[in-house]
């Protein structure tokens, strides 16, 4: 089965930096890969999402990267503010593992804390 | 709020004793799933439903664990005699799938989840 790898484990960043979150998955059929944010006691919130017919996709000041052949994706947040701080995770699946997109393989999760 | 609501948020009980969680998925989804978190890890995927439907089970989702959607709407997830290790958050998500099989496009919305401790 997939299995998807997020590094680094936590993160800290000071307010207005950048802020990268990597994530490796091993299932060459995968081909859906949404990010995850979820906040100390709240639900995962998607917060962007890539198909690999797509290398880059951009909503603000959030990007996803895919390279298919090394088959990792990485989130990139700009110009971080503090209430970005949360856990965000990475998934992938893929329709060989059926007809489902919401059956993610999650990475384990990075913790984000952007300092005022 | 019209996203996905789970009940209860909160549930203790001691070994060996039954629990039933509620999921209420968003009112025009046609797709339930139930995930698992354990505290410092991604969501594990237990189980999903297409309808009243359920097309797939996790090997994660031992006999103890039943779930059902009768009508295709809510869903209700059944743990028998818990164990210290069923402990665990349960979330609920659910989805509108539309498309042909190669082209099926499907978002996941989450549920804020149902957190269990077993003594």
């Known amino acids: 089965g997939e299995n998807v790898e997020q590094h680094p484990s936590t993160l ?12 490796t998955y091993s299932d060459s059929a995968s081909n859906y890969f ?9 639900r995962p919130q998607l917060i962007i999402d890539i198909r690999s017919n797509v290398g ?27 209430e970005d701080s949360a856990v965000y995770f990475c998934a992938a699946t893929g329709v060989a593992g059926g007809t489902s997109y919401g059956k993610l393989t999650f990475g384990q999760g990075t913790i984000l804390t952007v300092h005022p | ?14 070994r060996g004793q039954n629990v039933t969680f509620r999921c209420d998925p968003i009112s025009e989804h046609n797709r339930l799933y139930w995930y698992r978190q354990t505290l410092g890890q991604g969501p594990e995927f237990l189980t999903y439903f297409q309808n009243e439907a359920q097309l797939e089970k996790s090997r994660l989702l031992s006999d103890r664990f039943s779930a059902e959607r009768p009508k295709g ?25 539309w498309g042909q099989k190669m082209l099926i496009n499907e978002k996941l919305f989450f549920g804020s989840g149902t957190q269990l401790s077993v003594l």
Request: hydrophobic share 30%; aromatic share 6%.
């Open chain 1, 34 to 42: 949404p990010w995850y944010k979820q906040e100390l006691g709240k």
């Open chain 2, 73 to 97: 709407s809510f869903s209700t997830l059944e743990i028998q005699r818990t164990e210290q290790g069923d402990s665990a958050m349960y979330l609920c998500a659910s989805s509108l799938a």
């Open chain 1, 56 to 82: 880059e996709k951009k909503d603000q000041r959030i990007a996803v990267t895919l390279n298919k052949t090394a088959k990792h994706f990485s989130l990139h947040i700009t110009e971080t503010q503090p």
């Open chain 1, 12 to 23: 800290s960043v000071q307010e207005g930096d950048s802020a990268v979150i990597k994530c």
């Open chain 2, 1 to 14: 709020d019209t996203g996905v609501s789970q009940d209860p948020r909160h549930k203790i009980t001691k």
